[in-house]
């Protein structure tokens, strides 16, 4: 019995920073103060959709605009295969609007960033890159569309 906290992050956020280091998983609070717009705080909807069901969808959307005339490039690393790519390379990077959209994918809230991922992150930070991690395909779409119109 008892609370699980690893799946419970809104009763992390509540915590002393000791705490939060101390139950928060792999994401440290430290990382949580330098980047509060990764800090959870509404978990969206949990789905039965896999992971790879939603980059598949958000690669299709992808291939259907530049079959529109629209010529977005982007790179998919897909969880089909083991990737070759530098470990903690997000799922996708996609080019628009003059920049490069990272972006990782995850299956719910609970799910976390690897420390590979985090490091990768800082890095895509410190180089004023966006990175965002996205639970679906309509939420990559919406960012893709949102950045585009800026």
């Not at 008892?2 to 994401?27: C, W, Y």
């Not at 992808?62 to 903690?88: E, M």
């Not at 997000?90 to 609007?97: H, R, T, Y």
């Amino acid at each position: 019995m008892g609370v699980h906290l690893q799946s419970n992050p809104h009763l992390i956020r509540l915590m002393s920073s000791e705490d939060q280091a101390k139950f928060a998983g792999t994401i440290s609070s430290d990382f949580y103060e330098r980047h509060p717009e990764y800090r959870p705080v509404s978990p969206p909807p949990k789905t039965d959709k896999l992971e790879r069901d939603e980059q598949r969808e958000f690669a299709s959307w992808l291939l259907l605009q530049n079959s529109k005339g629209r010529q977005i490039p982007f790179v998919w690393h897909s969880t089909a295969h083991r990737s070759k790519a530098t470990p903690g390379t997000p799922d996708f990077l996609v080019g628009i609007a003059g920049q490069w959209l990272c972006i990782e994918f995850k299956r719910d809230y609970t799910c976390e960033l690897s420390p590979d991922q985090q490091e990768f992150c800082e890095r895509c930070l410190a180089q004023r890159l966006v990175f965002k991690m996205v639970y679906g395909a309509a939420e990559a779409i919406k960012l893709v569309e949102e950045t585009d119109s800026l």
